[in-house]
């Protein structure tokens, strides 16, 4: 059974900063692509980071130079770090595990809310 599980949301104060987690089981994680979506109420779902399996990383512009993206393989855990948050980024926040043939898995999401 694959399982995703995030955990790291809350709430936080604009420009400051969480770290969110995603331990993955149930498939074989190094060979994974992994990546964080978002999505605010009234909005449709978007990428906010990518990572590859051999951690190569991605991000839009919106978050680029704010988030960061990283994994453990060892862990079999995937983190995005988050500074200088904005009310924008106010989203559920999903963690999302794309396999070598292209199976997508989600987590079941953790609430960032960025209000002062």
């Known amino acids: 059974q694959v399982q995703l599980v995030e955990s790291g949301g809350g709430l936080v104060q604009p420009g400051g900063s969480l770290t969110l987690s995603c331990s993955v089981s149930?498939?074989?994680?190094?060979?994974?692509?992994m990546a964080w979506y978002r999505q605010a109420p009234g909005k449709e779902r978007e990428l906010v980071a990518r990572?590859?399996?051999?951690?190569?990383?991605a991000y839009p512009d919106f978050v680029r130079g704010r988030f960061t993206i990283s994994r453990d393989n060892a862990r079999s855990t995937v983190y995005l770090q988050m500074n200088n948050l904005k009310p924008e980024d106010t989203a559920v926040y999903y963690c999302?595990?794309?396999?070598?043939?292209?199976?997508?898995?989600w987590g079941q999401g953790t609430q960032v809310t960025v209000s002062p």
């Open positions: 999302s595990a794309e396999t070598p043939i292209s199976t997508q898995y």
């Open positions: 990572i590859s399996s051999r951690s190569i990383t």
């Open positions: 149930g498939i074989i994680f190094s060979m994974c692509n």
